[in-house]
């Protein structure tokens, strides 16, 4: 269970303001279909979060635990001082490929996710914890809930959300949680 919840709030702290986010509410914007979107991206969700748990589950079992608590503790103080850089989209999604809304965002979101924090994030829990499910189950989750708003909302949303104290709030979490595994590692492990 330990493992679900830190994924899921992790993930979804992660994602706040994240170009992902900026990208769903573009998606949104654009083609005015709520549900092809939350489906695609919920699809390409679980596919990015089991490509990096399964690499870092991977790396999990190679590692003494002292040296996985290190990494991740690290990679979670990283991502604070990370999550206080705004993100913005580098580049604008077209209009639906051929197979539609759906595919679309299925492609587009997986692509931008290689790569991202919320996809390094999962990759370091799924090496603390080496439970790949509830990683994974967790990651899609937290992504869901950080990124079903943004579709349904739309712009209305962004225009009303505090980003920058999200971002300052989300730092300190992931600062509180890179402390946590770092005096973990400090203590010889698990």
Not at 20 to 26: C, H, K, R
Not at 81 to 101: C, D, I, N, Q, T
């Amino acid at each position: 269970m330990e493992a679900f919840l830190a994924s899921l709030s992790t993930v979804a702290i992660a994602e706040m303001g994240d170009r992902t986010q900026l990208l769903l509410l573009m998606l949104a914007a654009r083609h005015r279909r709520p549900w092809p979107i939350l489906a695609g991206m919920l699809c390409g969700t679980i596919l990015s979060a089991a490509l990096a748990a399964f690499i870092g589950e991977r790396l999990g079992h190679v590692l003494d635990a002292r040296v996985v608590n290190l990494v991740v503790g690290v990679s979670l103080v990283a991502m604070a001082a990370w999550e206080l850089k705004p993100e913005r989209m580098h580049a604008e999604a077209g209009g639906a490929a051929r197979g539609g809304v759906f595919w679309s965002t299925l492609v587009t979101f997986f692509v931008a996710e290689l790569g991202d924090k919320t996809q390094i994030a999962t990759a370091v829990l799924a090496a603390a914890y080496a439970n790949f499910t509830a990683v994974v189950a967790g990651s899609t989750v937290g992504m869901v809930l950080a990124c079903a708003p943004v579709v349904f909302i739309g712009k209305l949303l962004a225009a009303r959300l505090p980003l920058r104290l999200i971002r300052i709030v989300a730092s300190l979490l992931f600062l509180a949680l890179g402390v946590l595994f770092l005096v973990r590692a400090a203590q010889g492990g698990g």
